[in-house]
C-alpha cells in the first residue's frame, strides 16, 4: 500500500465510464438483473518510480432492491510501461448524490 508513497511531487489521474445497458441490455440475464458495466483508468506518477497505471472492467449496481450497492472489477496493472499482474476488487458503491434532504 506504501510503496508508492512519496514526500516529493507526485501526479495522479483517475476516469470512468459507465456505459448504461449499451453492452449490459444484449445479455438477457445481465439486463434483468440489471447490472451496469464499468470501466475504468488510474495513473500515479513520482519521481522515485515513475508511472504506475491501471486498467478496470467490472460490474457495478449488483444487489438486490436498494440494496445494488456492490461492485466488482477485473483490474490490470502496469510499472513503467510493463504488464505486473491482475487483481479483483469488491467493493460498494454509495449512491451519495442521490440522497436529498
Same mark, same amino acid.
Given at each position: 500500500?506504501?510503496?508508492? #508513497?512519496?514526500?516529493?511531487?507526485?501526479? *495522479? =489521474?483517475?476516469?470512468?465510464? $459507465?456505459?448504461?445497458?449499451? @453492452?449490459?441490455?444484449?445479455?438477457?440475464?445481465?439486463?434483468?438483473?440489471?447490472?451496469?458495466?464499468? #470501466?475504468?483508468?488510474? /495513473?500515479?506518477?513520482?519521481? *522515485?518510480? $515513475?508511472?504506475?497505471? *491501471?486498467?478496470?472492467?467490472? @460490474?457495478?449496481?449488483? =444487489?438486490? =432492491?436498494?440494496? $445494488?450497492? @456492490?461492485?466488482?472489477?477485473?483490474? #490490470?496493472? /502496469?510499472? $513503467?510501461?510493463?504488464?505486473?499482474?491482475? =487483481?479483483?476488487? /469488491?467493493?460498494?458503491?454509495?449512491?451519495?448524490?442521490? /440522497?436529498?434532504?
Amino acid at each position: 500500500y506504501y510503496e508508492y #508513497s512519496t514526500s516529493d511531487s507526485w501526479l *495522479e =489521474g483517475h476516469w470512468e465510464h $459507465k456505459f448504461q445497458g449499451y @453492452f449490459t441490455d444484449k445479455i438477457p440475464l445481465i439486463k434483468r438483473l440489471g447490472w451496469g458495466l464499468v #470501466s475504468g483508468a488510474n /495513473f500515479l506518477y513520482t519521481p *522515485e518510480k $515513475k508511472d504506475y497505471f *491501471e486498467l478496470s472492467l467490472g @460490474f457495478d449496481q449488483m =444487489g438486490f =432492491g436498494i440494496l $445494488k450497492i @456492490f461492485r466488482f472489477d477485473v483490474v #490490470s496493472s /502496469f510499472v $513503467k510501461g510493463k504488464y505486473e499482474g491482475l =487483481g479483483y476488487l /469488491f467493493g460498494l458503491t454509495l449512491p451519495i448524490d442521490d /440522497f436529498q434532504m
